[in-house]
C-alpha cells in the first residue's frame, strides 16, 4: 500500500510567486493535515481537512496560503504570492476516522525555498 | 494551550550506549502521547504512542517511552543505540479533533551516533 506522497519534494521560487504543494494521502484516510517547519522551529500544524471539508484552520499563517482538497481525495496548498518567511518543509499526513486510536501517517515533506 | 518541551536540542551518544530523550508537556487533561522520528530525506515516522493503559510503551526499532503523569513527561529509551539510528525525534501531543488528532510538536532533538 502507498503511503503518503507529497509532491514536488524540493521548490525554488522567487519572493512574489505562486507555489502549489501537492499532498495524496494513503487511500481511505478522511483525514488530511497539514504542517509546516521553519528552519531551527518546531513543526506547527496548518490544517486539517475531514473529507473535502475544513475542519480546523486555525494554523495557517495568513491569506496568502489556500488549502483545498476536491473531492477528498488528493489535497493542495498554494502559497501566493510567496514571502521569504514561508520557507520551511510542508508535511502533510493522514489518518482514518475510526475511534479515538488514529494514527497520522507523515509524508517525506516539501522543502520551499524562496529567494 | 498545549504545548510540549524537548530540552535537548542536540545529543550525541557512542554506538552501543543506552539512550534518554526527555519530553515534557503541558496539557490540561489526558493526553495522547507520541514520539516521531525523522531520518536524513525521509517523512516523519512513528515510533511509539501512549493513548491510554500501561504506562510504559513498547515501539519499533526496539524503543520505549514511559508515560509519567506527576512528571508530565514521556522520555524515549533505548538500551543500546545503532548508528542507524542518527536522526531527529520529535516528541508530540494530540488532543481529539472531529476524529483526528491533531499533533503539536516539540522543536526536536537531534541525535549523532559516534561510532
Known amino acids: 500500500e502507498a503511503g503518503v506522497t507529497q509532491f514536488p519534494s524540493h521548490s525554488v521560487i522567487e519572493k512574489g510567486q505562486t507555489v502549489t504543494l501537492r499532498c495524496d494521502p494513503i487511500s481511505g484516510h478522511d483525514n488530511l493535515y497539514w504542517y509546516r517547519r521553519v528552519m531551527g522551529k518546531e513543526i506547527k500544524f496548518l490544517l486539517h481537512f475531514v473529507k473535502e471539508s475544513k475542519q480546523d484552520e486555525s494554523g495557517m499563517p495568513n491569506n496568502r496560503f489556500l488549502a483545498e482538497r476536491t473531492g477528498g481525495t488528493y489535497s493542495t496548498l498554494k502559497v501566493q504570492p510567496a514571502e521569504l518567511e514561508d520557507s520551511g518543509v510542508y508535511f502533510c499526513a493522514s489518518s482514518q476516522v475510526r475511534g479515538k486510536n488514529t494514527e497520522a501517517f507523515f509524508g517525506q515533506g516539501t522543502r520551499l525555498t524562496v529567494v | 494551550a498545549q504545548s510540549v518541551t524537548q530540552p535537548d536540542i542536540h545529543i550525541t551518544v557512542s554506538e552501543g550506549a543506552s539512550l534518554e530523550l526527555r519530553c515534557n508537556y503541558s496539557y490540561g487533561a489526558t493526553p495522547y502521547l507520541f514520539w516521531y522520528v525523522q531520518s536524513p530525506g525521509q517523512g516523519l515516522q512513528l515510533l511509539l504512542k501512549y493513548f491510554s493503559g500501561d504506562t510504559l510503551v513498547q515501539g519499533i526499532k526496539g524503543f520505549e517511552a514511559e508515560f509519567k503523569r506527576s512528571q508530565s513527561s514521556f522520555n524515549l529509551r533505548k538500551p543500546s543505540v545503532h548508528w542507524s539510528d542518527a536522526a531527529e525525534y520529535f516528541c508530540?501531543?494530540?488532543?481529539?479533533?472531529?476524529?483526528?488528532?491533531?499533533?503539536?510538536f516539540g522543536t526536536g532533538t537531534q541525535l549523532k551516533v559516534e561510532l
Open positions: 508530540a501531543v494530540a488532543r481529539r479533533a472531529g476524529g483526528g488528532n491533531k499533533l503539536t
